[in-house]
C-alpha cells in the first residue's frame, strides 16, 4: 500500500489553541478518513469524507476532503488536554479494502 | 456500536513459539484486517479477508499467517516468532462502506 505524507509529525501546543493537520498522497481516493489514537488503544474513527470539496464537522473538530482528491486536512479548535494523541490521516480508493495510512501527527497539549 | 475484540492486550512469547493472535468483531462485517504498528512507520498491513477462508497477503506478510474458519473471527499466527516482530498489533473490520473500526490493539513482546 502507498504511504500517505502527513504533516506536522508532532505539534506541542496550549490549551484554547487550534490545531491543523494535513495529509497528502501521490494518487487520487475515494475517501478520506481521520482516526486518533490514545496510548495503549487502537486507532477510533473521527471523520469520514466521502467527496472531494467535501467539508465535515465534528464537534470542534473539521475536515476537509481536498479537490484534487490527493489531500485532506484536520482542524482542531479550542484544543482542550483530552485531545492528547496521534492523529492519523488515511486514504481509501475502494470500499472494504485496506486503508493506506499517514504516519500519525502527536499532539499535545498543556493546560 | 461496532465492537472489534482482541484476546490479548499485552502478550510476552519467547523467540521461536508459536503465537496465535485472536480478533472477533460483532457487525457481521465480511472484511477483516490485522495490522502492525511500530514507532516511525505507522500502521502496516500484513493480510486482510474479505470472506471466510479467503485472505490475501497486504504490505509485509512475511512470517505471519492467517486463518478466517468463521465471518466474526480472524486470526493472525506467527509461526515461529522472532524478535523483530515485537510490535503492536492492530485488527480492523469493515462492512460494505469504507469505514474501518479497530479493536484496542495487542502489544507483543518476543524475548
Known amino acids: 500500500g502507498q504511504q500517505l505524507n502527513q504533516s506536522p509529525q508532532s505539534m506541542f501546543i496550549q490549551e484554547g489553541e487550534d490545531v491543523s493537520m494535513n495529509c497528502t498522497s501521490s494518487?487520487?481516493?475515494?475517501?478520506w478518513l481521520w482516526y486518533k489514537q490514545e496510548p495503549g488503544e487502537g486507532p477510533v474513527l473521527l471523520i469520514a469524507?466521502?467527496?472531494?470539496?467535501e467539508l465535515t464537522s465534528n464537534g470542534r473538530l473539521t475536515a476537509q476532503f481536498g479537490i484534487t482528491r490527493k489531500d485532506s486536512f484536520l482542524n482542531i479548535s479550542a484544543s482542550i488536554p483530552s485531545d492528547v494523541g496521534i492523529y492519523f490521516c488515511?486514504?481509501?480508493?475502494?470500499?472494504?479494502?485496506?486503508?493506506?495510512f499517514g504516519k500519525g501527527t502527536s499532539l499535545l497539549v498543556t493546560p | 456500536d461496532v465492537k472489534v475484540t482482541q484476546s490479548s492486550r499485552y502478550l510476552v512469547k519467547r523467540t521461536g513459539e508459536k503465537v496465535f493472535l485472536e480478533c472477533v468483531q460483532d457487525?457481521?462485517?465480511?472484511?477483516m484486517f490485522w495490522y502492525r504498528q511500530d514507532p516511525g512507520l505507522g500502521l502496516r498491513l500484513i493480510y486482510f479477508?474479505?470472506?471466510?477462508?479467503?485472505?490475501e497477503k497486504g504490505d509485509i506478510p512475511e512470517g505471519y499467517s492467517v486463518s478466517r474458519e468463521k465471518k466474526e473471527r480472524f486470526s493472525l499466527i506467527l509461526e515461529s516468532a522472532s524478535t523483530n516482530q515485537t510490535s503492536m498489533y492492530l485488527c480492523?473490520?469493515?462492512?460494505?462502506?469504507?469505514?474501518?473500526?479497530f479493536g484496542p490493539g495487542t502489544r507483543l513482546t518476543v524475548t
Open positions: 457487525m457481521d462485517h465480511e472484511n
Open positions: 469524507l466521502y467527496k472531494a470539496g
Open positions: 480492523a473490520s469493515s462492512g460494505n462502506t469504507y469505514e474501518q473500526y
Open positions: 488515511a486514504g481509501q480508493l475502494r470500499s472494504g479494502y485496506a486503508l493506506n
Open positions: 494518487s487520487i481516493f475515494n475517501t
Open positions: 479477508s474479505y470472506d471466510v477462508k479467503m485472505k
